[in-house]
């Protein structure tokens, strides 16, 4: 049975510190790795998608890595803001039957950037 | 592009009565809906894949008489709460496939209170 693993569950920085999180998994046999963010009552923002052929992805002051082999990925997130905390979730994708996917989340890691 | 709205956004219920949740994709049609339930501080669980004319598939631990879903057109798929109790009390989010296409799309998601 796949799970995820996020650590730290939190973490609080001062404005324009760089920060990693982390998410591991138990299966290696992932099709993709999807990170979030998830603001306070509200829904989910895609962050950054990983591919399983993909070493990482950057997008802005984000860059997300996966290791398929350890069941590993990170967040890394560059200067950060008061604007990123947030809850950032990491979703494994696996396959679900016929042509469909399905997400397995992470337990999540609540973030605040103190100005 | 790829929008996916939920309605209503909040509902708040008597225990006993029954409750619908809608979820449309806006500008794409989606051959399949996923629906997931989170409590507070915890992470997204999924309940139940939702196929465009066909019956849903619910995950181990789901009642499915208790969580109704219907998926009657490509843009529109319910979740409806029988009966709910306090312990239904939740955030309830939906997402959406666009067809051939890998990649989840998330509603904003819906804050059920049962009193």
């Known amino acids: 049975k796949q799970e995820v693993t996020q650590i730290p569950a939190a973490l609080s920085v001062p404005e324009g510190e760089n920060l990693v999180l982390n998410c591991s998994f138990t299966d290696s046999a992932i099709y993709n790795l999807q990170w979030f963010r998830q603001d306070p009552g509200k829904g989910l923002t895609s962050l950054l998608l990983?591919?399983?052929?993909?070493r990482e992805q950057t997008s802005g002051r984000l860059n997300a890595s996966l290791d398929k082999s350890s069941g590993r990925s990170t967040l890394y997130i560059a200067a950060s803001q008061p604007g990123d905390s947030a809850t950032y979730l990491c979703?494994?994708?696996?396959?679900?039957?016929?042509?469909?996917?399905?997400?397995?989340f992470g337990t999540g890691t609540l973030l605040a950037v103190q100005p | 592009g790829a929008v996916v709205s939920q309605h209503p956004s909040w509902v708040i219920c008597k225990s006993g009565t029954s409750v619908k949740i809608e979820c449309r994709s806006l500008d794409f049609q989606a051959t399949t809906m996923f629906w997931y339930r989170q409590f507070p501080k915890q992470s997204l669980m999924l309940m139940a894949t939702?196929?465009?004319?066909?019956?849903?598939?619910?995950e181990q631990g789901v009642e499915k008489d208790k969580f109704l879903i219907n998926h009657a057109s490509l843009t529109l798929s319910t979740l409806t709460v029988t009966s709910a109790h306090p312990e239904d009390s939740s955030f309830y989010i939906c997402s959406a496939i666009l067809a051939n296409y890998n990649e989840q799309f998330f509603g904003p998601g819906t804050r059920l209170t049962v009193l």
């Open positions: 939702s196929n465009e004319g066909s019956k849903a598939t619910y």
């Open positions: 979703a494994v994708i696996v396959h679900y039957g016929g042509a469909t996917n399905k997400l397995i």
């Open positions: 990983i591919q399983s052929s993909q």
